[in-house]
């Protein structure tokens, strides 16, 4: 396999790693797979050891691989509990992660607002799927978010039912979110606020603009969030 491309100027061991992350995104490498030793995949791409061992460095560190002594490396399971929370920075009294259980609602194929647009690298007026996202730890709510998911060029022809199952895995299947960029505020809660989070007209709502982004800096979703955490939960920036 040739990892060489036309004017790809990026250190081979990048393109390793791309090439690595593209059998994990099309499930070469599947969740919790054992993968073959870093000599035996430097033997396969004629490649130093010491390339390998660094594009292995880049995708452990982004949580993608687990290193285990005496098992190998082993492909994370984007969907199990630990990578679900991996990108919020809500808390438990215990200090755990938590994103919490999540209902999703709404969901529809619309075109970029000119701001969502903007955040996310799109041309004006290309179509994101969008839908709304409930949030809620030990049976309160306590976010809500309004979800902006880029999409192919294929989204035109989904049916109602592909683009429900698009919302819910997001970009799993496409592609992998390793970054995470996130604007925290304060906001008077609204009379939606009010009945979701079951508190008074004014006050204090947390909001949050979180732009989920791949190995590569690659936008994938926006998320624009209203947040109540309560006496439970607290926000830790990370």
Request: charged share 25%; hydrophobic share 40%; with cysteine.
């Amino acid at each position: 396999m040739s990892l060489s491309k036309p004017f790809n100027t990026r250190p081979l061991y990048q393109q390793v790693a791309d090439e690595f992350i593209s059998r994990i995104v099309s499930r070469q490498w599947a969740p919790g797979q054992a993968i073959e030793n870093e000599t035996e995949i430097a033997r396969s791409l004629g490649i130093s050891l010491g390339t390998v061992r660094k594009a292995f460095d880049i995708l452990t560190e982004h949580k993608l691989l687990e290193r285990h002594q005496g098992k190998g490396t082993v492909v994370c399971d984007p969907e199990a509990g630990a990578m679900r929370s991996r990108f919020s920075n809500i808390f438990d009294r215990a200090g755990r992660r938590v994103a919490g259980e999540v209902t999703i609602h709404d969901v529809s194929l619309d075109l970029a607002e000119p701001a969502v647009a903007e955040r996310m690298g799109l041309t004006p007026r290309t179509p994101v799927i969008r839908f709304g996202r409930r949030r809620t730890h030990l049976g309160r709510c306590f976010m809500h978010e309004t979800v902006s998911l880029r999409v192919g060029a294929a989204s035109q022809s989904m049916t109602q039912a592909e683009l429900d199952m698009a919302a819910a895995s997001r970009w799993i299947g496409h592609d992998l979110a390793t970054h995470k960029v996130e604007e925290v505020g304060c906001e008077p809660a609204d009379e939606a606020d009010a009945a979701l989070f079951g508190i008074a007209p004014g006050a204090s709502v947390m909001t949050l603009k979180r732009l989920v982004m791949s190995y590569q800096r690659r936008p994938l979703e926006l998320r624009v969030a209203r947040c109540h955490l309560g006496p439970d939960l607290a926000y830790l920036s990370q």
